[in-house]
């Protein structure tokens, strides 16, 4: 794999670093300080949003651009260095509206959605006119196997009806998200990956109702808030159906891949802007005669932080690099790899960072608590830890030799026992 990459990219890249530090970073303590003082985000997002777009900083995340829609298209592996720019804020990814759970979704209309679908559903989402949400989790069954979901879905002449209880559909809660992708049962009769369809469901539709907002270890996703939600004999018409009827997890699958290795990018930001912290503090706090970074434990700790967060770089660029080459089933392996080691990198350095900050390292200050929440998030997000690390054991290769024809291993009769 090449890491150049080419002028037009660099440039880019710079251009967005150079709009990070002159309109983002400015504007972070003020984001920070009005959602811990009023619980919500300031409105100053819409005006950057529209400085972006004006620069061609917009919509870098999506797979695929249509010449008449709205944005800059880049490759996954050139979209991993923005990508980590912007995660180094809570909202960064949203000032470029290449932001989860949008993009995933869009990337998704642009996919499976009908030309009548793009135009109603896509078109205002490029241009971050309305926000939308992916409904697929349910309290009631281990959504880590999709095909528990069983929200029922009718096909009723023309019409669908949809009763079911969701939650953790993050952004559902966001006060302008104006429709949902749900996931639920249309043929119970099919076999088991054939039961399901997707179903785009406007927020005013009678009978969904919003239960409550949901915080994840006590934190409230300002960018996208997280939902809870009833739907109770809630109809839309059939030609809401998203893709093929029964064929809801083959949809589902277009915003997975991409999705998943773009929030690991974002990991990356975050970890070095924790580490960026972790080394200013040291300096300045004294213990025991001595300025808290002169102690071993905190150099070690400082020290492979920058080895973690550099193998786990140089992993995603490759992960990047397969998925837009020719993607195929060792791609998802490495997706997997990625997914499940990048939080957990984050979740040691925040842990780390936390202690090293001593009380301050947990208040809304600094924020290094919301970094950890976006590693544990992860950890069960987008498929738990465990079920890629299945996944990632079915398909390690099994050696077509027996321990006693090792060839790496001296026989038995060596050592006289043969
Ligand atoms: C902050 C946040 C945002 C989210 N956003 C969305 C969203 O936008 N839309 C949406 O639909 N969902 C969303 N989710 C839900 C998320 O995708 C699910 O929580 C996840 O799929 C796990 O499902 P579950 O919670 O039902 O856990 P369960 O399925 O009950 O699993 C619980 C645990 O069982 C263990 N387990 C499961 N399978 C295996 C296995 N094969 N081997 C070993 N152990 C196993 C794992 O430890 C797992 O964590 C979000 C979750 C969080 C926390």
Not at 121 to 139: C, D, G, H, I, Y
Not at 368 to 393: C, K, M, N, S
Request: glycine share 6%; with cysteine.
């Amino acid at each position: 794999m090449n890491f150049n990459y080419p002028s037009n990219v660099e440039d880019l890249i710079n251009r967005v670093e150079a709009f990070f530090a002159s309109e983002m970073l400015p504007r972070h303590r003020e984001w920070v300080q009005t959602v811990c003082r009023d619980g919500r985000p300031p409105s100053f997002i819409k005006d950057i949003q529209k400085k972006a777009k004006s620069q061609g900083l917009w919509n870098l995340a999506l797979p695929e651009l249509a010449a008449e829609e709205p944005g800059t298209r880049l490759t996954n592996l050139e979209f991993a260095p923005i990508a980590e720019i912007l995660g180094r804020l809570p909202w960064g990814s949203m000032a470029f509206n290449c932001h989860a759970p949008e993009v995933p979704n869009m990337a998704m209309l642009q996919s499976i959605a009908t030309r009548e679908q793009k135009i109603k559903w896509l078109n205002p989402l490029l241009n971050a006119e309305t926000r939308s949400s992916f409904a697929m989790t349910e309290p009631a069954v281990a959504s880590s196997d999709a095909t528990n979901i069983a929200t029922k879905m009718d096909f009723e002449g023309n019409a669908i009806v949809i009763n079911g209880h969701k939650w953790f559909a993050t952004g559902g809660a966001h006060p302008d998200c104006s429709f949902f992708i749900v996931m639920g049962v249309s043929d119970p009769d099919a076999g088991r990956t054939g039961q399901h369809s997707m179903v785009i469901v406007p927020t005013d539709t009678p009978g969904v109702t919003i239960v409550r907002d949901l915080r994840f270890m006590g934190w409230t996703d300002h960018v996208a808030p997280i939902a809870e939600i009833k739907f109770e004999n809630v109809k839309v018409p059939a030609e809401n159906l998203l893709g093929i009827r029964g064929e809801g997890f083959k949809g589902a699958q277009v915003r997975l891949g991409p999705a998943r290795i773009h929030h690991c990018m974002r990991c990356i930001g975050l970890a070095e802007m924790v580490l960026a912290q972790m080394v200013a503090r040291a300096q300045e706090r004294t213990t025991f005669g001595k300025t808290i970074v002169e102690y071993d434990t905190v150099q070690k700790w400082i020290a492979e932080a920058r080895i973690d967060i550099e193998q786990t770089r140089l992993f995603i660029q490759r992960g990047a690099w397969m998925l837009d080459n020719s993607p195929d089933k060792n791609t998802w392996r490495t997706v997997s790899q990625i997914k499940v080691t990048t939080p957990r990198m984050l979740q040691k350095i925040t842990d780390r960072a936390i202690q090293l900050f001593g009380a301050m390292g947990g208040t809304d200050d600094t924020l290094i608590h919301h970094a950890w929440t976006y590693a544990r998030w992860l950890r069960i997000g987008d498929g738990p830890d465990e079920v890629h690390l299945r996944q990632i054991f079915k398909t390690e290769p099994v050696p077509d030799w027996s321990i006693a024809e090792c060839p790496y291993i001296a026989p038995l009769e060596t050592y006289g026992v043969g």
